[in-house]
């Protein structure tokens, strides 16, 4: 049965009987195939990845999706239909036709993550593992900050690193200093539900110059690891962090905990891309330990 014939049966369940399906390749995936499905007057955003390559990578992102989705703090794409078939694995969204990203747009973004990041419960992590981008990230339950991020981040990390000569035993032994003092940057807040991996490429603006979160890698953490992605790759406008700071203020040392944030981020595209990342991380170990 052909990929087209399968999106045909799920739209037709969803939506009744359907015309003229297109499916028409579009930019923005990284590791995904992406497309603009449309169909009787109607148009969605389709993803297509392997099932066995990246096992439950739909399922989950779609899960990331509707938690978010759930706090009503700030718009996601709506979820369509996520399946598995063949080989495939489909996730079918929402067509989010883009806006204007003005000074309201970057406001009302800070003040709407800052409302997300006030959604807590009681431990760090998930009840289910997820990636990051293509790479598997594990969600283990932590009562503490640090021990969540050195177990469940930086350790796996540097692991896969190392087994690739990405790291080296100066490199380890610098990750094992910072580790031992991550107490003293990092108050215990409670923690936030965060997007994840929250860089430029990961919002949207929609036509009412609304932020809309795609790509998620959820789970409960410290609130420093989606603002300091955020200024990585790019970074956003100043009235985004100045909102933030107003509806949620930072502690004074929030640069240092942005920094050591990074390292997560940084590690991987070291993992994926190569020794590029290498020198950004250097630095930040030299700075911290």
């Known amino acids: 049965m052909s990929l087209q ?10 939506f009744g009987t359907i015309t003229d399906l297109r499916l028409q390749r579009v930019g923005g995936g990284s590791i995904n195939d992406t497309y603009r499905l449309s169909f009787s007057g109607k148009t969605l955003f389709c993803k297509i990845n392997s099932a066995t ?6 399922s989950r992102e779609k899960s990331g999706l509707d938690l978010i989705a759930q706090q009503n703090k700030i718009k996601t794409p709506g979820v369509i239909d996520c399946l598995q078939t063949e080989g495939h694995q489909v ?27 006030r959604v807590t419960r009681g431990s760090y992590g998930l009840e289910a593992d997820n990636y990051m981008g293509s790479v598997p990230q594990s969600n283990a339950k932590h ?13 796996p990390m540097t692991k896969r690193c190392a087994s690739k000569n990405q790291l080296h035993s100066q490199h380890l032994l610098q990750f094992e200093a910072l580790q031992k003092k991550l107490g003293n940057f990092f108050e215990e807040e409670r923690p936030s539900l965060l997007h994840g ?3 430029s490429g990961n919002f949207l603006c929609n036509q009412s110059s609304e932020p809309v979160l795609i790509d998620p890698a959820v ?4 609130r420093s690891v989606d603002l300091a992605i955020t200024t990585l790759f790019g970074g956003f406008r100043q009235p985004f962090y ?7 203020p930072l502690p004074a040392n929030y640069r240092e905990q942005w920094a050591i944030c990074n390292l ?26």
Not at 53 to 58: A, C, R
Not at 91 to 116: H, V
Not at 242 to 248: N, T
């Open 5 to 14: 014939i399968i999106l045909q049966e799920s739209l037709v369940k969803r």
């Open 219 to 222: 789970y409960f953490g410290h």
């Open 53 to 58: 390559k990246f096992p439950h990578l739909f």
């Open 197 to 199: 991996d929250l860089w």
């Open 143 to 155: 009562e503490s900050w640090t021990a969540f991020y050195v177990e469940e981040r930086l350790m």
């Open 242 to 248: 100045e909102a933030y700071q107003y509806h949620f």
């Open 264 to 289: 997560y981020p940084l590690l991987i595209h070291l993992y994926l891309f190569g020794a590029g990342y290498l020198p950004q991380i250097e630095r930040t170990l030299e700075q911290f330990t």
């Open 91 to 117: 996730l079918l969204l929402e067509w989010i036709q883009e806006g204007e990203q003005n000074e309201r747009f970057w406001k009302l973004f800070g003040e709407q993550l800052a409302a997300l990041h």
